[in-house]
């Protein structure tokens, strides 16, 4: 969790004083590396199994979270939990690849990321995991 917390904070730093496309890129990649740190941080691979059947690499944040979260929160009736992370995760994607970053789209981003962390912290401080 301490690289989660370092790297969330760098990139609400780095939103602060961010100005060029390249600038607000930067902070997609860092809420990016975030959430890879947020999957590692409660993926466990002898608990979780991937949704598809295969095996997360140590930086499919998508899998492991997919995994993790869908064994706390399984079924049709809880896809929006299962979602949330999935648009996090795609912005941060979006952002970093985006040549017309703008602030706006950063600090989207860093808030649904923060979000994302928020929501994976409460499941993971819960007593149903």
């Known amino acids: 969790w301490e690289r989660v917390d370092r790297a969330l904070s760098k990139a609400r730093t780095q939103l602060e004083s961010a100005s060029a496309e390249e600038d607000c890129q930067a902070i997609g990649l860092l809420?990016?590396?975030?959430?890879?740190?947020?999957?590692?941080?409660?993926?466990?691979?002898?608990?979780?199994?991937?949704?598809?059947?295969?095996?997360?690499?140590?930086?499919?944040?998508?899998?492991?979270?997919e995994a993790y979260i869908g064994h706390v929160f399984p079924g049709a009736s809880n896809k929006e939990v299962r979602a949330h992370h999935r648009a996090s995760l795609a912005l941060a994607l979006n952002l970093q690849h985006r040549r017309t970053a703008t602030r706006l789209l950063a600090a989207l981003c860093v808030e649904a990321t923060a979000s994302t962390t928020a929501v994976v912290s409460i499941i993971a401080r819960s007593d149903s995991v």
């Open 31 to 65: 809420c990016r590396e975030v959430i890879i740190s947020l999957a590692q941080a409660v993926y466990d691979p002898t608990i979780h199994e991937s949704l598809d059947g295969v095996r997360p690499s140590d930086t499919d944040a998508n899998r492991m979270l």
